[in-house]
């Protein structure tokens, strides 16, 4: 990154292993155990949290942001709060029973009520959520997690399997505003589109980019819309009749005009 163009103040924060209990005791509250590969993660540090600006007339721009939650703010999604009105809407009023989920070769997507556990592992500075899911925790909660993105409409998209394969993700993309978008049907907006043509992430999705915004893209021919036309001649039409004192008057002001007209080239 630091050899990039443009790029300035490449932060990275250090922070120390987890304590093994307090991993245990998030288990414990939780009622779920942590995937392996996450848990090794927070053995070796405490969350992740890289930045890095870009250099716009001299002055650093804060741009791309890579961030991983500490196990003490690895929150649950949508779990009721103490806060809360009594009759206030919560996330679990989203569900909808009558959505057939899992068809074909699209995965089923996490559930906002009791029936998933979800965790916030990333805020994505606004944009959305991706989250740690585990999809079946009815009767028990089983041990299989999937990585998730949630975005600001509420929509769950798949990102991967395992929390191994969302790091690589998220240091392939460089942690670019925007990048989870890139897995979703409707894509990147387009000021995020040129942040990735110009750091070129390492990933197979940003080749696609282009191909797959051409779909949106209301096309416009301008052969067919500026197609030329026979025009019809226009009939103009004749002036209403005027009555006999109208007609009279103009007259007397025309007869009037041509007078003068003669006299004063007389005079000349």
Known sequence: ????????????????????????????????????D?????????GFQMTWSVKTDD??????????N??????????????????????????????????????????????????????CNGNGKVCLVYKHAKPVVSP??????????????????????????????????QWQYAFTSYGVSPQAKQWFNMYKPITINTALLSEEA????NKLDPNKVFKSKNKTPVMKKKMPSQPAGSQKSHTSMTSSRTSSLAGNSSRK
């Open 1 to 36: 990154l630091e050899t990039s163009p443009g790029v300035a103040e490449v932060t990275f924060v250090e922070k120390e292993p987890a304590e093994r209990h307090t991993i245990v005791s998030w288990e414990q509250k939780n009622s779920c155990i942590l995937p392996e």
């Open 38 to 46: 996450l848990k090794n993660f927070y053995l070796m540090t405490d």
């Open 59 to 68: 002055t650093p721009m804060p741009l791309g942001s890579m961030v991983i």
């Open 70 to 123: 500490s196990v003490s703010k690895l929150c649950r999604l949508g779990g009721s709060s103490m806060y809360a009105l009594p009759n206030a809407p919560t996330l679990a009023d989203l569900e909808d029973d009558t959505d057939e989920e899992g068809n074909g070769d699209k995965p089923e997507k996490p559930h906002f009520d009791s029936r998933s556990l979800i965790f916030e592992l990333d805020p």
């Open 144 to 177: 299989d997690t999937e990585i998730w993105f949630l975005d600001r409409a509420l929509y769950w998209h798949f990102l991967t399997k395992t929390f191994t394969a969302y790091y690589r993700l998220l240091i392939t993309h460089l942690g670019l505003p």
């Open 214 to 217: 051409d779909a949106f893209v």
